[in-house]
């Protein structure tokens, strides 16, 4: 499973990137907005640190907007994905990016229905929002399982991306899914490495090793 931070922040992905643990980063207008900083150097920031794939999202509601919003977008960096929302018009969109190579991740999914459509365009990516759903009573689980029986079912070589995660139980859930990418807020990302277990084991084998008095070098 390929992790993605799903943050405008550039501590954070500065520090996700130095563990070697990131794999690319989504963004959207919410996350950039709190950054409070000119977006579009903002992302090329993100794309001075991150190598993978980093999401930029448009802001437009008819498909020539995002088409040229989204080749705006592209020239901030050759790893920019355009982040288009799921749509008729968005999808137009992703149909045209798809024709000339342009990777695309289509966003706020919460169907199976909208998964299918998306990947009928030809989207690179599918963003299915797990903690949207839950907040509203659904299993957001259930439309990452439902959407990868649905993929492997017609070799489908859309990537599904799950995003909206809220804890590390999401991140094992959509893992036994088997979701191809986890994006998830930093927060999660650092409650993923913790175990008490692992603490007091740090510590006890700490103690021990202090009592024979010698050094590694
Ligand atoms: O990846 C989508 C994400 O940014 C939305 O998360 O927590 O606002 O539902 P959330």
């Known amino acids: 499973m390929k992790f993605f931070l799903d943050t405008a922040a550039l ?14 980063v989504t963004t959207n207008p919410t996350l950039l907005s709190r950054e409070g900083c000119p977006p579009m ?11 993978g794939p980093v999401n930029g999202e448009v802001i437009g509601d008819d498909h020539e907007t995002m088409i040229r919003e989204g080749r705006k977008l592209r020239e901030i960096a050759d790893n920019i994905v355009v ?35 998306a990947a009928k365009a030809g989207a690179s990516y599918i963003s299915p929002f797990l903690g949207r ?7 957001g689980m259930d439309l990452i399982r ?18 909206s995660i809220r804890s590390p139980l999401h991140v094992v859930e959509a893992a036994m899914a088997g979701a191809n990418i986890a994006t998830v807020p930093f927060g999660v990302i650092d409650k993923m490495f913790r175990h008490p277990l692992t603490d007091s084991g740090i510590e ?9 008095g010698h050094d590694i070098g």
Request: hydrophobic residues 45%; aromatic residues 6%; glycine residues 6%.
């Open 41 to 51: 150097e903002q992302l090329a920031q993100i794309c001075e640190i991150v190598q």
């Open 133 to 139: 759903l839950d907040d509203i009573g659904h299993v």
């Open 11 to 24: 501590d954070d992905i500065r520090e996700a990137a130095s563990i070697g643990v990131l794999d690319g």
């Open 146 to 163: 439902e959407i990868m029986v649905i993929y492997e079912n017609y070799d489908i070589m859309t990537e599904v991306l799950a995003a």
């Open 204 to 212: 006890s084998f700490m103690n021990d090793w202090k009592k024979l």
């Open 83 to 117: 982040k288009i929302p799921m749509t008729k018009e968005g999808l137009k969109a992703v149909r045209v990016f798809s024709d000339e190579g342009v990777p695309t991740n289509v966003t706020l999914v919460f169907s199976s229905n909208q998964a299918l459509l």
